[in-house]
């Protein structure tokens, strides 16, 4: 989704308000996708001496899986993220503006990644997730399955002599 700014960067003083819904639906991680709805932006974009400056809340439903006992996790997520917009840079190596030369931010663009870049690498339904048993594949939160999860590998059995020496 396309906003155009192009007229904000010409009226310091003005605001613009961005208030829209994406379907982020084909985003995955991993293969699965994250979204369980419709990615819900409101904010503004705000022009300060020829700077655009934009400031959005995100709300969203997250639809995954723990990632140690694999039960699945909707939450409802909110989130706040602020840019600075210019239309160009007398340096090319400055990573704190966007620059939008044609006044046409790409909006889906930029909150996808910002999302992605706030959400944890690894999701989990508890600090505390005892995960899955290797042996029998049970979820332990559930309680233990008896296993005997102390196997040891007999390619390693030279090895533990030396350390019993």
């Not at 039960?71 to 400055?94: A, C, K, W, Y």
């Not at 332990?140 to 008896?146: E, I, Q, T």
């Amino acid at each position: 989704m396309k906003v155009d700014l192009s007229r904000l960067f010409d009226s310091p003083g003005q605001t613009q308000p961005v208030v829209c819904e994406l379907d982020l639906s084909d985003v995955k991680r991993w293969g699965s996708r994250l979204f369980g709805g419709p990615v819900k932006i409101c904010g503004r974009a705000e022009n300060r001496s020829g700077i655009v400056s934009l400031h959005y809340t995100v709300n969203f439903i997250l639809d995954v899986v723990c990632d140690r006992c694999l039960t699945p996790l909707i939450t409802h997520q909110g989130m706040e993220f602020s840019h600075i917009m210019v239309l160009s840079l007398n340096r090319e190596d400055n990573d704190e503006f966007i620059v939008i030369p044609d006044g046409q931010l790409d909006l889906a663009e930029l909150v996808t990644a910002d999302i992605l870049l706030e959400l944890p690498t690894s999701m989990v339904c508890d600090p505390g997730c005892k995960g899955l048993c290797p042996v029998c594949g049970a979820n332990l939160n559930a309680g233990d399955c008896g296993c005997n999860r102390q196997m040891q590998d007999s390619r390693l059995d030279k090895l533990r002599e030396l350390l019993e020496e």
